[in-house]
């Protein structure tokens, strides 16, 4: 089974979160200005919201690179939500790619907010997640 591991981030968040789950499934994460070069079964992508949104580039990457994903489980951070389902689901479908109905999602620092997160509590859970898919 191939698993890649795909993130973006502005602040860090997410790329803890990435790093710690590349160790779970023994993936180097990489960030998603790294395009797919093979068909990947399972991609864990980690973005997280920027108003009320995912970045525009996790939706463009996600496009691009459309035939090479079997399936995405998203993970993600954020100061306010508690899943980047709902977003991503519009953008799998507009690719007709396939996306895990669970996916992992905590807090992470924002200005004053969540200092600290995602904290180790966190990367232990996105580790635990991450490992009950391969
Ligand atoms: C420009 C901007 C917009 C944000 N908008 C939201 C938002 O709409 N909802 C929310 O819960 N958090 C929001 N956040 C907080 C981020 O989701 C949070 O800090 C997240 O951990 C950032 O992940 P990163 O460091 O990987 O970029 C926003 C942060 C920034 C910088």
């Given at each position: 089974?191939?698993?890649?591991?795909?993130?973006f981030?502005?602040?860090?968040?997410?790329e803890?979160?990435?790093?710690?789950?590349?160790?779970?499934?023994?993936?180097?994460?990489?960030?998603?200005?790294?395009?797919?070069?093979?068909?990947?079964?399972?991609?864990?992508?980690?973005?997280s919201?920027?108003?009320?949104?995912a970045?525009?580039?996790?939706?463009?990457?996600?496009?691009?690179?459309?035939?090479?994903?079997?399936?995405?489980?998203?993970?993600?951070?954020?100061?306010?939500?508690?899943?980047?389902?709902?977003?991503?689901?519009?953008?799998?479908?507009?690719?007709?790619v396939?996306?895990?109905?669970?996916?992992?999602?905590?807090?992470?620092?924002?200005?004053?907010?969540?200092?600290?997160?995602?904290?180790?509590?966190?990367?232990?859970?996105?580790?635990?997640?991450?490992?009950?898919?391969?």
């Amino acid at each position: 089974m191939n698993i890649q591991v795909r993130y973006f981030t502005r602040s860090g968040n997410t790329e803890k979160l990435a790093k710690a789950i590349g160790e779970a499934v023994g993936v180097q994460p990489e960030s998603i200005a790294v395009p797919l070069s093979e068909k990947a079964d399972i991609l864990f992508l980690g973005t997280s919201y920027y108003a009320f949104d995912a970045d525009p580039a996790v939706k463009e990457f996600v496009l691009v690179n459309k035939e090479h994903i079997g399936k995405i489980i998203c993970f993600g951070t954020s100061a306010m939500m508690k899943s980047m389902y709902k977003p991503m689901k519009k953008v799998a479908d507009k690719a007709c790619v396939s996306l895990e109905k669970e996916d992992f999602h905590c807090r992470g620092e924002w200005w004053r907010c969540h200092p600290g997160r995602p904290d180790k509590n966190d990367l232990a859970a996105a580790r635990a997640f991450a490992k009950k898919f391969v």
